[in-house]
């Protein structure tokens, strides 16, 4: 295990998706830079100490959790998956990489948050797709059930287009861009540490639970660390919150930063007020359906097994509701898991991508270990919207497995299944079984300082404290039509910019 320096020009909380990346960026132009992460370092790409779920790439990872979930907000549990450990949530989602429209992020700057325009960012999103070693599959490289979707898509107004990353597209769809690599998922921590580990001025500490940031007269001046069972401080000249949507408010909460009338109880001393830290959170709903499938499909697709890598997810599809004027609310993400033995799961979800309904993040204890309360408040809104959205992606998705191209494939729905073919039906459903597409967003909201709920600027620098910034989708003021994990590599680029022009 590395030793812990007592001090550092920038300190990164959180070596995940963005933090990486800000880290990287930082380093490479030779500044002191000391990465600390809650979970294990497993060292580099290659390195026989990474576990291989967080590896392999033709399933989504389960180890190194950080074990959120909606606690007693529903009867049942709803799993908020994170990874604990160096590459973040980039050790365990599906490698899609989605850009979204140019509407989410002209409607950034256009709120006064300067320089987060779509044109301004698409270089970005450029760099960290290069980078990341994205690469957009072929049709011709599509499993049989991502094949079947793929052709009947274009009959519900779905055209095949050549990628989901113009941001000016609307509706369509085609094969994914992912970031894998001979099977390898490539995380974060391959794509941008691994080519600055050997640099004497990045210090990767792993086992390295940020308890709460130091502050002196409303500056930040390093962290307290739990250590190998040990608080331990260590100096900084600026601090980096990227613990994501979920851990960067809670560090902040335990800091004293936060809405006075939650850290009172908690007996955590007020050092600045800021009433929006853990409000905002937010996440695109998501209703997985499910088909029993048929002989064929299962020949074909056991046929594609033998004969190399299947993944479970290759193809997408994105179309608007009647919610949606401008361009799409919706994705179709065809699913069929290859690493459940004998098990056969024909799935395909749907997300309504501009959710209306708001949560949030609180503590529990002032304990860093003590898990949050994660209330996403899912299909809260008063109007119904976000459930109205999710039935009308269900009725678009039945309406192609019920195609003469689809419906001998697919078989019979099993999930939600004939009792929720009425939209009333289905909607009960949806209330009674939320569930998210692991996309969670806002907690820290990015606003100009007249907008009493916002945590940071539009440079990302914590509103009424000095050296203290934050770098991950929690800054998210809205989320973008997209899956996250490219657009938290971008805000990761953008800060780490904005640091160097500062610097």
């Not at 933090?19 to 294990?40: S, T």
């Not at 408010?249 to 936060?258: A, D, E, M, N, Q």
């Not at 459940?340 to 501009?354: E, H, P, Q």
């Not at 959710?355 to 309360?373: F, H, N, Q, T």
Request: net charge negative; aromatic share 8%; hydrophobic share 45%.
């Amino acid at each position: 295990m590395r030793a812990l320096p007592q001090d550092a020009e920038y300190i990164i909380v959180g070596g995940g998706t963005a933090g990486n990346v800000v880290a990287a960026r930082l380093a490479e132009a030779g500044k002191d830079v000391l990465v600390l992460e809650a979970g294990p370092d497993f060292g580099p790409q290659g390195d026989p100490a990474w576990p291989a779920d967080l590896v392999d790439a033709t399933r989504l990872g389960r180890s190194h959790d950080w074990g959120y979930d909606s606690g007693d907000s529903y009867p049942w549990t709803v799993g908020f998956e994170r990874a604990r450990a160096i590459g973040g949530s980039s050790d365990m989602n599906g490698c899609t990489q989605t850009w979204g429209h140019r509407r989410d992020y002209d409607a950034w700057a256009e709120a006064g948050l300067d320089g987060w325009s779509a044109d301004e960012l698409v270089p970005l999103f450029e760099e960290g797709m290069r980078r990341m070693r994205v690469r957009q599959f072929l049709a011709s490289e599509l499993t049989p059930w991502q094949r079947a979707w793929y052709d009947a898509a274009p009959a519900a107004g779905m055209p095949s287009i050549p990628s989901l990353n113009d941001l000016d597209e609307a509706s369509g769809f085609a094969p994914e861009a992912m970031n894998i690599q001979d099977g390898v998922r490539v995380n974060s921590a391959f794509a941008y540490l691994d080519p600055v580990r050997h640099l004497p001025n990045l210090s990767i500490v792993g086992g390295a639970l940020v308890e709460r940031v130091l502050l002196e007269a409303g500056v930040a001046t390093g962290v307290v660390v739990r250590y190998r069972g040990e608080s331990v401080v260590v100096h900084a000249g600026n601090v980096v919150l990227a613990g994501g949507a979920y851990n960067s408010p809670t560090v902040l909460l335990r800091s004293g930063i936060g809405p006075f009338a939650q850290l009172a109880p908690l007996e955590i001393p007020l050092v600045h007020h800021l009433p929006g830290v853990g409000e905002n959170l937010h996440d695109q709903p998501f209703l997985l359906m499910s088909w029993e499938g048929s002989e064929r499909m299962s020949q074909e697709m056991s046929a594609a097994r033998a004969a190399g890598w299947a993944p479970d997810e290759q193809a997408m599809g994105k179309a608007a509701s009647s919610f949606e004027k401008e361009a799409f609310d919706l994705h179709f993400l065809p699913y069929s898991p290859t690493h459940r033995g004998d098990v056969k799961r024909w799935s395909v979800g749907t997300s309504a991508l501009l959710p209306r309904s708001r949560g949030y993040v609180r503590l529990r204890s002032a304990d860093a270990e003590a898990k949050p309360i994660i209330d996403h408040r899912f299909l809260s809104d008063p109007e119904g919207t976000d459930v109205a959205m999710l039935v009308e992606g269900a009725q678009i998705l039945r309406e192609l497995a019920a195609s003469l191209a689809l419906a001998p494939l697919v078989g019979a729905e099993l999930h939600p299944g004939p009792d929720t073919f009425r939209a009333e039906a289905l909607a009960a459903h949806l209330y009674r079984n939320p569930d998210n597409y692991w996309h969670p967003v806002g907690s820290c909201k990015m606003g100009v300082p007249a907008d009493t709920m916002a945590v940071v600027d539009a440079r990302a620098r914590v509103h009424g404290i000095e050296g203290l910034r934050i770098a991950d989708c929690s800054i998210m003021p809205n989320v973008p039509r997209a899956t996250t994990a490219m657009p938290a590599i971008v805000i990761g680029e953008k800060v780490a910019g904005m640091l160097l022009e500062d610097a």
